[in-house]
């Protein structure tokens, strides 16, 4: 599974993900805030992107942040404690084969994480008999095929293409924003609730037309670009073509929106 | 143009645009209130769908409500009236040739007009004309490129593509959403902001599913069926398979997700 992570583990990638972690992070956790004394659990934390924020949302919750890669955890440890925080505690575990007891935490969360695997549904039983009854889990995912953009180009949808179809083939899925409430509810979860979170970028956004247009989601295209043609994917012209449309989306008179999904439910009592 | 209306005009489709109007009002229109006194131009009001809401917001304001279609004008005219408003006048008239002064009104709005336009712009320029400087321009069009569903299907995308088909063929633009701003911009307007409106249904919200999947979206889908099926666009069976399928969409463990955009723009001084 870890060399099966499509983004890959170069640096230009974590400073996409701290990068995307910053604009996004409002859109996406201000609801989400644990109580004082809570036993939180990240599952999949990778570089830490969402854990700083869920450790400044939460000052008195006891997180605990795992993942599969050393290297991420490392850099994880780095931001939180760059960013002051002394909540949070590391361990490299798989997600499926993770040393807790059951209901060891009151809430479970997720951010980014069902996308790459190809059991979503199992992962997620294995969240809530982690969770108390009464308890919750949190899950965040995009679905690629709210993908919007101005001027429309072939290219570009191509290039996107690419980096769906290269996480398809390690077993992930780039759409499984809608699929969230059923995953959730067929998983035993009860009172799930899940709300879409778009970003839309137009002309008089130019900041987020930097961070997110470009910095976050063409960069992360772009960083599939060798995987993309090694794999006879793309020719590397054409995806590189896709990329400069993607940014071409940033300019004034361009638009561009995707869309996140966050769920949350409850074990039942 | 009359002909060239994608939605025809039978009486399903005008309880259909009822419905639609109802359950998008507040998600559309909870902020658009136009003041006491504020001379306000509906251009393409159809069966006074939004026309109802409008007056409920704006009761103080003298609304002027044109369309091309006496047949809807009546519509429109009989369901203000029975909502009591009497705020309202109505005037046959076709948008690119409007019986108005320059600068006689302080607002124009237009909801679901520019998709139907093969000069969206143009219109757009004849709207500011007819509103006094610091005047605004509202309009509001869905973009079918962030239809999202679940579970996903081939008929039922092809269904959709041949609404977006027919309305090309008459000069309209289905996907006329993401351009919204730019237009704007181009037209001439000043502190354009535009805004995503998402409806979001899965099983958790089976009234939504209802009103929205069922009795908007795939009503509207259905109501170009002989249309499609005579244009060659697609087989009876498959259409019909289609449409099953969105139906399928609005189950307990279906999704399906539909974005309209809002735009104001203030004709500069």
Known sequence: MRDGYVHGYAPREQQRLQDQARSLADLLHHDTAYPAGARVLEVGCGVGAQT???????PGAEITAVDISAVSLAEAERAV????FGNVRFLEADLFDLPFAPESFDHVFACFVLEHLAQPAAALERFIRLVRPGGTVTVIEGDHGLICFHP????ARAAIECQAA???????DALIGRRL???LRAAGLEAVRVSPRMV??????????????RDTF?????????QAVEAGLADAAHFAAGVRDLHRTAEPDG???YTFFKGVGTRPA
């Open 52 to 58: 700083v924020t869920l450790a400044r949302r939460s």
């Open 81 to 84: 404690e760059a960013a002051g």
């Open 152 to 155: 429309e180009s072939a290219a």
């Open 166 to 172: 290269l996480q398809r083939a390690v077993g992930g």
């Open 181 to 183: 409430y059923p995953l």
């Open 200 to 213: 839309y970028v137009d002309g008089s956004r130019p900041d987020l037309a930097e961070s997110f247009t």
């Open 218 to 226: 063409t960069a992360m295209i772009e960083g599939v670009a060798t």
């Open 255 to 257: 638009m561009f929106t």
